[in-house]
């Protein structure tokens, strides 16, 4: 059996619940057992209920996540934003070796199209990711629609700075008869 509970206990007990100490806190401070603490702060009508602290303290958090989940969301799209700019912009290329370690570069006026399939994986991925974080709050067609009209606007703005205007529209062919 422990040692007896004494009036200074109970007193330490008192106290340190008035300043709002943890019932773990008590208990190390007065070098008792928790259960200890929990039975003197009953009979003394005290309780350890911290439902309201960490209801707000987790609301705290969760306000917290959300702030962070949006700035990632923005930086991924950014990072989405940049790679897809540079698709049409000149590429820097070099090359160090030989057997003289020489450094020769270049540029292009554009990436080669393995590069800007990597740089179309980046954006994708960053996208997904952005939206995987922080989905829009729009109908999920509307969404798509958008998506898609997007990117057609995307691939005609790049056709006309490449070949100096839209090509030209085929016409449907003259239905035929066939005798039906």
Same mark, same amino acid.
């Given at each position: 059996?422990?040692?007896?509970?004494?009036?200074?206990?109970?007193?330490?007990?008192?106290?340190?619940?008035?300043?709002?100490?943890?019932?773990?806190?008590?208990?190390?401070?007065?070098?008792?057992?928790?259960?200890?603490?929990?039975?003197?702060?009953?009979?003394?009508?005290?309780?350890?209920?911290?439902?309201?602290?960490?209801?707000?303290?987790?609301?705290?958090?969760?306000?917290?996540?959300?702030?962070?989940?949006?700035?990632?969301?923005?930086?991924?799209?950014?990072?989405?934003?940049?790679?897809?700019?540079?698709?049409?912009?000149?590429?820097?290329?070099?090359?160090?070796?030989?057997?003289?370690?020489?450094?020769?570069?270049?540029?292009?006026?554009?990436?080669?199209?393995?590069?800007?399939?990597?740089?179309?994986?980046?954006?994708?991925?960053?996208?997904?990711?952005?939206?995987?974080?922080? *989905?829009?709050?729009?109908?999920?067609?509307?969404?798509?629609?958008?998506?898609?009209?997007?990117?057609?606007?995307?691939?005609?703005?790049?056709?006309?700075?490449?070949?100096?205007?839209?090509?030209?529209?085929?016409?449907? *062919?003259?239905?035929?008869?066939?005798?039906?």
């Amino acid at each position: 059996m422990g040692r007896p509970i004494t009036d200074t206990d109970r007193r330490a007990v008192r106290r340190h619940h008035a300043a709002g100490m943890s019932r773990n806190d008590i208990a190390r401070k007065i070098k008792r057992s928790p259960s200890t603490v929990s039975k003197l702060a009953a009979d003394m009508g005290l309780t350890f209920d911290r439902a309201a602290e960490v209801a707000t303290a987790t609301a705290v958090r969760k306000a917290d996540l959300d702030s962070r989940r949006t700035e990632m969301a923005h930086r991924l799209q950014d990072v989405a934003e940049r790679e897809l700019g540079k698709m049409t912009e000149p590429q820097l290329y070099f090359e160090w070796g030989g057997k003289d370690h020489t450094y020769a570069e270049r540029v292009q006026p554009e990436p080669t199209p393995a590069d800007r399939r990597t740089m179309m994986a980046t954006a994708g991925a960053a996208l997904d990711r952005s939206l995987k974080l922080l *989905p829009q709050k729009t109908d999920p067609g509307e969404q798509g629609r958008s998506v898609v009209g997007e990117l057609m606007a995307g691939l005609a703005r790049d056709y006309v700075a490449r070949h100096g205007g839209l090509p030209a529209a085929e016409e449907d *062919p003259e239905p035929t008869d066939n005798g039906q």
